[in-house]
């Protein structure tokens, strides 16, 4: 009886220990956050169709370019790489689809957070039949790219430091948080900024850099929209 209840004990304490790490590693709640970005281009549903990109159910661990609904259209870079999708992989694909595989058709910028990936492929796990036990090498903790998700109210991506800099000299970066507009809106907006408003106009590369961000995160889809305080 005693030995029963102490094999009990050890294994709420193991499950318990495992809890904590997984819960201080990655973050879903934050995770599904993140997959806003890629909703635009991907479904994650269960025998979801393919949008621009292929479905992503079960993708950690998935025969990279297999969808058989997107058949046909893959990048021959993305063939070319073969084998599965690891967590690594998809966190260096994510962080930099180009360096990943040159070449590829997947139309995204970059994510630049280790902590934000990290969070994101915990949440891709639990979009399968069969989530696994992973461990990515790099530790968000400890990477160069840690920190906090966000740049003051901007959404952490390639960018957004200069944007939080030019933005934030007049106003809250809040507000630019709240719009939602195309490239050529937003281009027009700071036209505005600069013959209305008194901004100094913004030179290249840093410009472009800026609009990149902006049209990217803060487009009319409005992924990024501000809903907490
Ligand atoms: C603008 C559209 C777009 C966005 C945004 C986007 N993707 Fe993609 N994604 C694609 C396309 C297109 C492909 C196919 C790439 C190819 O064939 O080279 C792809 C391929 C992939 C693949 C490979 C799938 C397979 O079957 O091997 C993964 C994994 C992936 N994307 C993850 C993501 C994640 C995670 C995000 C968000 C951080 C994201 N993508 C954002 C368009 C996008
Ligand atoms: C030199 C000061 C200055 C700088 C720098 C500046 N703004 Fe503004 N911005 C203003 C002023 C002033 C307003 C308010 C106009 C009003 O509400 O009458 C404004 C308003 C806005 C609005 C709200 C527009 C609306 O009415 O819906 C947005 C969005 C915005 N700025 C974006 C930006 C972005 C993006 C940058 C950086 C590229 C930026 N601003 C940099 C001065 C500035």
Redesign the pocket.
């Known amino acids: 009886m005693i030995f029963k209840n102490l094999l009990k004990l050890i294994s709420i304490s193991v499950v318990s220990a495992l809890m904590a790490f997984t819960a201080q590693a990655a973050d879903i709640e934050n995770g599904k956050v993140?997959?806003q970005?890629?909703s635009?281009?991907?479904n994650s549903a269960k025998d979801g169709s393919a949008k621009?990109?292929?479905?992503?159910w079960g993708?950690v661990n998935?025969?990279?370019?297999?969808?058989d609904d997107?058949k046909g259209?893959?990048?021959a870079?993305?063939?070319g790489v073969g084998g599965k999708?690891s967590a690594d992989q998809?966190s260096r694909?994510?962080e930099s689809?180009q360096s990943f595989?040159n070449?590829?058709?997947?139309?995204?910028a970059g994510?630049a957070s280790a902590q934000d990936r990290a969070d994101?492929i915990a949440y891709?796990n639990s979009q399968s039949d069969a989530p696994i036990d992973y461990q990515l090498s790099e530790d968000p903790q400890t990477s160069k790219t840690a920190g906090p998700a966000n740049i003051g109210k901007l959404f952490r991506a390639p960018g957004a430091e200069k944007t939080f800099i030019y933005c934030s000299a007049c106003h809250s970066e809040r507000i630019v948080t709240q719009q939602g507009l195309t490239k050529s809106d937003w281009q027009e907006l700071l036209e505005w900024m600069v013959d209305e408003q008194g901004m100094d106009e913004i030179e290249e590369p840093d410009y472009s850099a800026v609009i990149e961000y902006l049209s990217t995160n803060y487009g009319t889809d409005r992924p990024n929209f501000p809903t907490k305080n």
């Open positions: 993140i997959f970005q890629c635009i281009c991907h621009v990109g292929p479905n992503l993708i998935r025969a990279i370019a297999s969808d997107y259209r893959y990048s870079a993305l063939q999708w998809i694909f994510v689809p595989a070449g590829t058709y997947m139309g995204f994510l994101l891709l």
